[in-house]
């Protein structure tokens, strides 16, 4: 029975150890594929941040001053979400900048005429 015991330990003993070392082995995977999984995520991030930030086509402009006529100066969620209107990569605080851009030069313009 000794010599049993003896043999169970020592294989439960060898077993754990090779569950160890397999365990770290793929916490170190993990580990790796996380951290490439984060780079990844964080340049998809800039490519939006730099999408979001380039200036308005004219087909964008066209769209957001539509999008105002048929939902209404702040009204920006209903137009982001209105896919009749052509905005790619806008956010709602991008279209009320915008908006804000537009009437700050019709106000301007105006102003030159009288």
């Known amino acids: 029975m000794k010599i049993f015991k003896k043999l ?25 594929r996380l951290e490439k999984e984060s780079h ?22 066209r769209s957001l001053k539509l999008g105002v006529k048929r939902h209404g100066v702040g009204q920006w969620r209903n137009m982001v979400r209105d896919e009749h209107l052509c905005f790619v990569f806008r956010t ?8 804000h851009v537009i009437t700050q030069r019709r106000e301007r313009r105006e102003q030159r005429r009288w």
């Open 40 to 61: 990844e995520l964080d340049l998809k991030r800039e490519a939006l941040r730099q999408a979001q930030c380039r200036p308005f086509a004219k087909e964008e402009v």
């Open 8 to 32: 169970l330990c020592s294989l439960l003993n060898a077993w754990m150890g090779q569950h160890h070392t397999t365990m770290r082995g793929l916490d170190e995977v993990e580990h790796r």
């Open 92 to 99: 709602e605080e991008r279209l009320q900048e915008e908006w």
